[in-house]
Nanobody
Framework: VQLQASGGGLVQPGGSLRLSCVTSGFTLDPYATGWFRQAPGKEREGVSSITSRDGRIEYVDSVKGRFTISRDNAKNTVYLQMNRLKPEDTAVYYC??????????????WGQGTQVTVSS
């Protein structure tokens, strides 16, 4: 199983980025795929998740209205569209797969991180 995250970069406040997480090697679709982030000196937090079967979505309160998670099952890819980025969104972003407690950090597989830096 592999999870490949990409799409991070440097963006000015108010800007946008789209992260991608390509999954491979799964015999069965995972229950959910999600995005997490960890800023320097802070604990990792769940940002958003989406279930494979029914597309049920969760967001952490701090990104509601700004971030949108979506999936393309044909491409085995989950996206995180991040708009109106703020400096406090700066972190390493990870994708992961797991079960119903995924947003609480209970994951089966993790991808490598992609750095998102929001700065003027």
């Amino acid at each position: 199983v592999q999870l490949q995250a990409s799409g991070g970069g440097l963006v000015q406040p108010g800007g946008s980025l789209r992260l991608s997480c390509v999954t491979s090697g799964f015999t069965l679709d995972p229950y959910a795929t999600g995005w997490f982030r960890q800023a320097p000196g802070k604990e990792r937090e769940g940002v958003s998740s989406i279930t494979s079967r029914d597309g049920r979505i969760e967001y952490v309160d701090s990104v509601k209205g700004r971030f949108t998670i979506s999936r393309d099952n044909a491409k085995n890819t989950v996206y995180l569209q991040m708009n109106r980025l703020k400096p406090e969104d700066t972190a390493v972003y990870y994708c992961a797969t797991g079960g119903p407690l995924l947003m609480q950090g209970v994951a089966d597989y993790w991808g490598q991180g992609t750095q998102v830096t929001v700065s003027s």
